[in-house]
């Protein structure tokens, strides 16, 4: 935990008779296994992907309460932190008032399990709300499921699972619906050739682009610009 917390909290008289600080990850899992500690605060100084790896080895493996800070520029990770298990994300700069309340929810496992399955739900809320608005404005990019789970740190079995689970379509078909519903508004609203509009949205073969707009909009872009462009 960072150093400057142990002066300001009453851990006695918030039910934590042993506390430790330490200076290292390695430190961390050797004080964990040897004194049993059950509540870990993350510092903000661990480099959020280390954070991120350590709070889910914290929760999966030693199944330990996790309350993880973060630096105000790190806020994109505060979703993952939580989806990954940690009880509370708190952001520098923080206050006394709000390290207590995390520590509040750590400490009480009947409570925990109940606040973290919302919190679970709202971070992979937010999350997914990051990468659609991520797919909105670099559709026209080579973009995909490895290069957006490497983005965003999440597993790409991960994002799938949620992605379908909170949008109700899977992340593939959630890109090429966004592409081909671009490519229908430039065959509506320009005379671009439609080779150009199939690399302009994003897709690296025509014959890819044909089938999937035909898929989507019944007719051929040649045919669907004939009859609707005005």
Request: one cysteine or more; proline letters at 4%; a positive charge.
């Amino acid at each position: 935990m960072p150093r400057s917390i142990l002066g300001f909290i009453q851990w006695q008289f918030k039910g934590f008779n042993s506390i430790k600080y330490v200076n290292s990850v390695k430190e961390l899992l050797l004080a964990i296994q040897r004194d049993k500690f059950n509540v870990i605060i993350i510092d903000s100084e661990l480099e959020p992907i280390k954070k991120l790896e350590l709070i889910k080895h914290l929760s999966e493996e030693i199944n330990c309460s996790t309350i993880a800070m973060f630096n105000y520029d790190e806020y994109r990770y505060t979703p993952i932190a939580l989806s990954y298990g940690a009880v509370s994300c708190i952001m520098k700069p923080y206050s006394p008032l709000e390290v207590e309340q995390a520590l509040e929810r750590a400490a009480a496992p009947s409570k925990k399990n109940k606040a973290y399955k919302g919190q679970k739900l709202s971070a992979a809320t937010y999350l997914i709300e990051l990468i659609v608005k991520y797919i909105d404005e670099n559709y026209s990019g080579d973009i995909g499921l490895v290069d957006i789970a490497t983005r965003f740190y999440i597993s790409p079995n991960y994002l799938c699972s949620v992605f379908k689970k909170e949008t109700n379509i899977p992340l593939n078909s959630y890109i090429k619906k966004i592409r081909v519903e671009k490519a229908r508004l430039c065959l509506l609203e320009s005379d671009m050739p439609i080779n150009d509009i199939s690399r302009k949205v994003g897709f690296k073969a025509s014959k890819h682009f044909y089938g999937s707009f035909k898929k989507y909009f019944v007719l051929t872009p040649f045919k669907y610009r004939k009859i609707y462009k005005a």
